[in-house]
C-alpha cells in the first residue's frame, strides 16, 4: 500500500526550530522527487522546497531560502524538512509530496499543522 505519513508539527514560537518528518512506504523515495507544500489560512497550496531524485539538488521557495532544509535518508525510506527561524507567516498544513518524472504519478500526504505563533 503506498502512503505518505508527515509529523512532526506543533505550535512553536517565533524563531524557533521544527523538523517534519514524510515517511514513505510502498515504493522508494530514491526514485522520486520529494517535495513539500504548505498551505497557510486562507492561501493558495504553495511549493517551498524540493528535493530532485538525481543526486542532492534542492530548490527552495524565496520566502523560505536559507531557514529550510530538505534532505532524505533513503535507508529509512523518509523524507525531511528541517525549519530554522520560523516566523509567524509559515503558519500552515505542511504536506509531503512524492512525484515521479517518467511517470509523472503523485503521491500526497495528509499534511501536518505548524503554528507559529507566541
Known amino acids: 500500500q503506498v502512503q505518505l505519513v508527515e509529523s512532526g508539527g506543533g505550535l512553536v514560537q517565533p524563531g524557533k526550530s521544527l523538523r517534519l518528518s514524510c515517511a514513505a512506504s510502498?515504493?522508494?523515495?530514491?526514485?522520486?522527487?520529494i517535495n513539500w507544500y504548505r498551505q497557510g489560512p486562507g492561501k493558495e497550496r504553495e511549493v517551498v522546497a524540493t528535493m530532485y531524485r538525481v543526486g542532492t539538488i534542492t530548490a527552495y521557495a524565496d520566502s523560505v531560502k536559507g531557514r529550510f532544509t530538505v534532505s532524505r535518508d533513503t535507508a529509512k525510506n523518509t523524507a525531511y524538512l528541517q525549519m530554522n527561524s520560523l516566523k509567524p507567516e509559515d503558519t500552515a498544513v505542511y504536506y509531503c509530496?512524492?512525484?515521479?518524472?517518467?511517470?509523472?504519478?503523485?503521491?500526497w500526504g495528509k499534511g501536518t499543522l505548524v503554528t507559529v505563533s507566541s
Open positions: 510502498g515504493f522508494k523515495i530514491s526514485t522520486h522527487d
Open positions: 509530496n512524492a512525484h515521479h518524472y517518467d511517470t509523472r504519478v503523485n503521491y
